[in-house]
Every structure is written in structure tokens, then in C-alpha cells.
């Protein structure tokens, strides 16, 4: 009875370790790096620049 109670035990703590290492191999996935929040803040000023260049252009052209 005592060994039943023992792999009980250690089965439980093994699951736990697996939820655990499951959860955060999630977050790792799930997160973003600061380059990569940055790399899309420089793409969108890119884009909001040209588009303002072609709003220039287009009203001296006119």
C-alpha cells in the first residue's frame, strides 16, 4: 500500500512537471521579443512616411 502511495505520488509530481514545462514552453512561443515589437514600429513609420512623401507629391503636382 505504502509503494501504491509512493508511485502515486511521483506520477502527480511528474504530470505537475510536465503542465509546468508545457506552460511555459507556451509563453516562450506565444511572446514577443522587444526586437520584434520594434522592427514592426520602424516598419509602420516607414509606411506612414512614404505615405505622407505621396501625399506631398501628389499636392505639388497639382
Known sequence: ????????????????KEAQAKELAEKVKSSKTASDVQSARERYLARKREKEQQAEKEKKGT
Not at 500500500?1 to 505537475?16: C, D, S, V
Open 1 to 16: 500500500m505504502l509503494a501504491a502511495q509512493l508511485e502515486e505520488r511521483m506520477r502527480k509530481e511528474e504530470e505537475e
